[in-house]
């Protein structure tokens, strides 16, 4: 097991000690655009620190919609050069992450007496096939539609269409990025808050950071720093008086269990209120419906929440939808909701905003911003093409896999989906994981793909420091199972006292503070039941 992998307190320990060097360059934030400036950064023979005051993936990259997508409707809004990147950076991450980034089926229903809706999405569709450079059959009669989707209501629809497209867990794709920059040489810290910009003749030189778990605080200097918080980006900004630029906008979802809304690929439907898209998506053995797209006037920093009116709203899409299978609010195991990082432009529909990424360079301070999961590597690769100015040195890679190849197999009885699902994880260290840890624990939880092998590894060395990160990032156990996976209270308890060293007083304090947690944010809001 490589030592730069063992991501434990005395890991902790040792990288606070090691700050205090000449940093190349300094990235704040550690979502899916900082994890993939990290990755590109170190390719890029740079020594590079990320910092992130949270959790890895704390933010939205870990509250999305898990679609590694093309953008179908973005290309309806004529961004055609989002579309076009993603559906190249789609392809290549299904290439090189299966098991991690997976196909996804997407059927769209057709409503009567709308015939110029069907030709406007074949249109685009072809169009998407073209980016792609595939070709499928893309029609669907109403007959066929309902062998394909038995439970939907095709009482106001003419005929279906189906397209292809991939989904991931974006928690997983953000910790595995981290994880192959930090093998190939990267520094990076979780809960380190960077709480000020260091700067010398108004140019941004440096920061100062604080550890969040013990107040210590470094100043630290960089040739470069780099501003990929996300929709947190203009509190940073404000510190070198740059006007806000940023529209936070709320996309939440509603978790059901598969037996209560079995999918067998997604469903995009029109809303029956608003016409917007609202999709049905089964991942990880439950079924999602999502996502409203609102101004999120909430403080930035306290966890985001579903409000009474999204459940109504998200609800009355499924029972629209799926009148037979008689689903209310009862039947919701789970909610959550992320805050996207899109450019204010003015416009009064959320929707209607690019979701275009966006680099600014200001006193020395590079601004990364926006964007798309799926288009991580791209972002990295334009922000470092600027800091060619400051660091002429760097030397990209843009044919580089985005991912490290994972091992073509793994030894041992395994069923072929939990290999796949390793590999597609764990990469390289997957075959260091089933030397280390039981074979019994290589189980689904609760007929969930979830493994209990999966919770102790990351406790172990994914650093884990409270019970949130455990079962809301490093596995995704308290979405998928109702009261944040309260059932196995026990068996969770085992695994943090024999590797994380909690005491019973420790533990009961992470659990009130989790249950917390769990209701306040990732349940249903009174008003809504």
Not at 363 to 390: C, N, S, Y
């Amino acid at each position: 097991m490589n030592p730069r992998l063992q991501w434990n307190a005395a890991w902790r320990e040792r990288t606070w000690s090691e700050l205090q060097q000449e940093w190349d360059v300094i990235i704040i934030g550690g979502g899916i655009t900082g994890a993939g400036l990290l990755r590109e950064a170190t390719r890029a023979g740079l020594n590079v620190l990320l910092l992130e005051a949270r959790d890895f993936a704390w933010g939205t990259s870990s509250r999305s919609s898990k679609l590694v997508h093309g953008g179908l409707r973005y290309l309806a809004q004529g961004q055609v050069r989002v579309t076009y990147d993603s559906v190249i950076e789609r392809e290549q991450l299904l290439n090189e992450a299966p098991g991690l980034v997976e196909p996804l089926g997407f059927l769209i229903g057709l409503p009567q007496g709308k015939p110029l809706k069907r030709w406007v999405y074949q249109a685009g569709l072809l169009a998407y096939d073209a980016l792609a450079r595939r070709s499928e059959a893309h029609y669907l009669s109403l007959p066929n539609l309902r062998l394909l989707a038995p439970y939907l209501d095709e009482t106001k629809l003419a005929a279906g269409l189906r397209y292809s497209d991939a989904q991931t867990d974006d928690a997983r794709l953000v910790l595995r990025i981290l994880r192959e920059a930090a093998a190939a040489g990267a520094s990076l810290l979780n809960y380190a808050a960077v709480t000020q910009l260091v700067r010398e003749a108004e140019q941004v030189v440096g920061v100062v950071v604080r550890d969040q778990l013990s107040d210590r605080e470094q100043t630290l200097k960089a040739k470069a720093v780099i501003n990929a918080t996300g929709v947190w980006v203009d509190q940073l900004r404000q510190q070198i008086q740059a006007p806000a630029k940023m529209r936070p906008l709320r996309g939440s979802h509603l978790v059901f269990a598969q037996a209560a809304l079995p999918l067998a690929q997604a469903i995009n439907l029109e809303h029956p209120r608003d016409r917007r898209p609202v999709f049905f998506v089964p991942w990880e053995g439950v079924s999602i419906v999502g996502t409203t797209d609102l101004d999120h006037e909430p403080d930035l920093w306290q966890e985001p929440s579903i409000s009474p009116a999204e459940v109504a709203y998200l609800l009355e899409a499924v029972q629209t939808a799926f009148p037979s299978l008689g689903l209310t609010s009862e039947q919701v195991i789970s909610t959550w909701s992320g805050v996207r990082p899109v450019v204010d432009t003015g416009a009064s529909d959320p929707s209607k905003e690019s979701r275009d990424y966006v680099l600014w360079q200001e006193q020395g301070l590079l601004t990364v911003t926006g964007g798309k999961l799926t288009t991580f590597r791209l972002i990295a690769l334009e922000a470092l093409k600027l800091l060619r100015q400051r660091l002429p040195q760097i030397k990209l890679w843009p044919h580089a896999p985005r991912l490290n190849p994972a091992p073509a197999d793994l030894a041992g009885k395994l069923a072929l989906p939990i290999k796949q699902r390793l590999l597609g994880r764990y990469a390289a260290e997957a075959p260091a994981m089933l030397q280390a840890l039981p074979a019994h624990e290589f189980a689904a939880i609760e007929g969930l793909p979830s493994l209990w092998a999966e919770m102790r590894w990351a406790a172990r060395y994914e650093a884990v420091t409270n019970l949130g990160d455990l079962l809301l990032r490093r596995s995704r156990l308290g979405m998928l199972l109702p009261n944040g996976a309260a059932t196995y209270q026990a068996q969770i308890q085992a695994i943090c006292t024999e590797e994380l060293g909690w005491d019973a007083q420790r533990w009961a304090s992470e659990w009130h503070d989790y249950q917390q947690l769990i209701v306040q944010h990732y349940g249903l809001p009174s008003a809504a039941h």
